[in-house]
């Protein structure tokens, strides 16, 4: 349906625009305190919008019209954003205390662990999930991988 491709595109547009902030903001802040190296900004920049096109090829290619590139894209936008958000934790200790406080990193740590322990199983239980039947009879498995799912788009906004 089209109303997910438009979700989907405009969380690819937010999350874009996030990313850029957070990056100009590292930016503008490295002029002052020489605090963060601008190759780790730049690479961690790189490193979302390889993610946020990862959510673009999921809104193009929807689940039952063809799967295996939606699943490719899910793939990308998954684990690119975990990358992300370990690569901005680290932005954010590095930054402390010009840019960051200390109890915000330490949030943001735990988000970034969260995310690295649900991205497991949530490729284990797309691996199981038969997407060939319209009806998934396996309503447990489906539960859980998007539940999964659902833990890491939450740790993507942190």
Same mark, same amino acid.
């Given at each position: ?14 999350g ?11 930016e ?47 793939? =990308?936008?998954?684990?690119?954003? %975990? ?6 934790? @680290?932005?954010?200790?590095? *930054?402390? !205390? #010009? ?13 970034? =662990?969260?995310?690295?322990?649900? %991205?497991f ?5 797309? @691996?199981?999930?038969?997407? *060939?039947? !319209? #009806?998934w ?22």
């Open positions: 349906p089209i109303h997910s491709c438009l979700y989907f595109s405009i969380h690819t547009f937010s874009v625009a996030t990313m850029y902030t957070r990056y100009k903001f590292v503008k802040l490295n002029e002052a305190t020489h605090t963060v190296n601008p190759r780790l900004n730049h690479i961690t920049f790189y490193v979302g919008l390889i993610g946020c096109m990862g959510m673009c090829v999921v809104a193009s290619f929807q689940e039952t019209v063809i799967t295996s590139v939606h699943d490719i894209g899910a793939l =990308i936008a998954f684990l690119f954003g %975990v990358i992300y958000i370990l690569l901005q934790s @680290i932005v954010s200790y590095m *930054s402390v !205390p #010009h840019g960051s406080s200390l109890p915000l990193c330490r949030v943001r740590m735990v988000i970034s =662990i969260i995310s690295v322990v649900a %991205v199983p949530m490729i284990i239980c797309a @691996i199981y999930v038969n997407h *060939s039947d !319209p #009806h009879e396996s309503y447990k498995e489906v539960l859980i991988n998007n539940t999964i799912a659902g833990i890491i788009k939450m740790c993507f906004r942190h």
